[in-house]
C-alpha cells in the first residue's frame, strides 16, 4: 500500500519561503511519477510541478521562477521548495504518485495522495 505523508506548511508572510517535504511508504519515488498539487477553498486542484523517473521536472507556469520540486531517492522523499511567496499561494499541498507508467499534470493521472499540508501567505 502506497502512502504519502506531507510535512513542513505554515503561515508565513508574502515574500518568505518554506519546504515542504512528502514521506513516501509502499513506492519507491525513483521509479515513477511524482507531483505537487495544491487546492485553493473553493477552487479546483491544480498542479504546483513533477518531476518523472528519469529526474525531469516541470513547473506550473503560475511558481515558475518561485518553485523547485525535487527528490531524494535513497531516503525517499519528496520536496517541494517555495521561495519569493504571494498570498496567492496559500492552499493545501498535495503530494502524489503515479504508480503505472507515465507522468502529466492532470490529477487523475496520480493514483496515490496525501492528506495535504496548509500553506498560508499573508500580506
Known amino acids: 500500500q502506497v502512502q504519502l505523508l506531507e510535512s513542513g506548511g505554515g503561515s508565513v508572510q508574502a515574500g518568505g519561503s518554506l519546504r515542504l517535504s512528502c514521506t513516501i511508504s509502499g513506492y519507491r519515488v525513483a521509479t515513477g511519477c511524482m507531483g505537487w498539487f495544491r487546492q485553493a477553498p473553493g477552487k479546483e486542484r491544480e498542479a504546483v510541478a513533477r518531476i518523472d523517473r528519469a529526474d525531469a521536472t516541470s513547473v506550473a507556469d503560475s511558481v515558475k521562477g518561485r518553485i523547485t520540486i525535487s527528490k531524494n531517492s535513497a531516503e525517499n522523499i519528496l520536496y517541494l521548495y517555495m521561495n519569493s511567496l504571494k498570498p496567492e499561494d496559500t492552499a493545501m499541498y498535495y503530494c502524489?504518485?503515479?504508480?503505472?507508467?507515465?507522468?502529466?499534470?492532470?490529477?487523475?493521472?496520480?493514483?496515490?495522495w496525501g492528506q495535504g499540508a496548509q500553506v498560508t501567505v499573508s500580506s
Open positions: 502524489s504518485a503515479r504508480t503505472a507508467i507515465g507522468c502529466g499534470y492532470r490529477p487523475i493521472v496520480y493514483n496515490a
